[in-house]
T-cell receptor
């Protein structure tokens, strides 16, 4: 079955890089997503990557995909206090399939 | 463009009661998905509706049901409430555009309906 695993907590000093890791089990995953949830709000898409890509960069965000190991990571450069949130890794087999989420990684920024 | 609207935002029920939650998707979005979010289990997929039909379903018991109307608005219902049903219920809508349209299936989430069962 489909499963998405990620660590629950990460603490990073302001200005450092944050790296959030995720593993998934479904080898048919085609779309892989990172969503962000700020306190009291719904989730918002941060970035996505297709399974035929290894890397995607978008300003301070870098997504790396190792399809062989089914490992996805999100790197946030120059982490700011506004990056404090829960980050969800998610996958789906195709665009019209259900999207399965991990439990989320709570990113805490240290001063 | 208005976002996804969920009502009510907060509600308190007692065990055995039933509850109906409502979701209005972004205008033009035809797919509506429902998720249950709890601290222990994270975000769990309930079901997805597209053109008034349930297209995908998660692993929840039959007490959880939903429907979608012709205007794409959706409701979900939980009958015979249990304490463990206390959660944030999130609705998300997405745009359908057919294969090759460049649509990534991105979900647009509402702020959720927080249900407390006493």
């Amino acid at each position: 079955g489909e499963d998405v695993e990620q660590s629950l907590f990460l603490s990073v000093r302001e200005g450092d890089s944050s790296v959030i890791n995720c593993t998934y089990t479904d080898s048919s995953s085609t779309y892989l997503y990172w969503y962000k949830q700020e306190p009291g709000a719904g989730l918002q898409l941060l970035t996505y990557i297709f399974s035929n890509m290894d890397m995607k960069q978008d300003q301070r965000l870098t997504v790396l995909l190792n399809k062989k190991d089914k490992h996805l990571s999100l790197r946030i450069a120059d982490t700011q206090t506004g990056d404090s949130a829960i980050y969800f890794c998610a996958e789906s087999r195709d665009r019209d399939d259900k999207i399965i989420f991990g439990k989320g990684t709570r990113l805490h920024i240290l001063p | 463009k208005a976002g996804v609207t969920q009502t009510p935002r907060y509600l308190i029920k007692t065990r055995g009661q039933q509850v109906t939650l409502s979701c209005s998707p972004i205008s033009g979005h035809r797919s509506v998905s429902w998720y249950q979010q709890t601290p222990g289990q994270g975000l769990q997929f309930l079901f997805e509706y597209f053109s008034e039909t349930q297209r995908n379903k998660g692993n929840f018991p039959g007490r959880f049901s939903g429907r979608q109307f012709s205007n794409s608005r959706s409701e979900m219902n939980v009958s015979t409430l249990e304490l463990g049903d206390s959660a944030l219920y999130l609705c998300a809508s997405s745009l359908e555009g057919g294969r090759g349209s460049g649509n990534t299936g991105e979900l647009f989430f509402g702020e959720g309906s927080r249900l407390t069962v006493l």
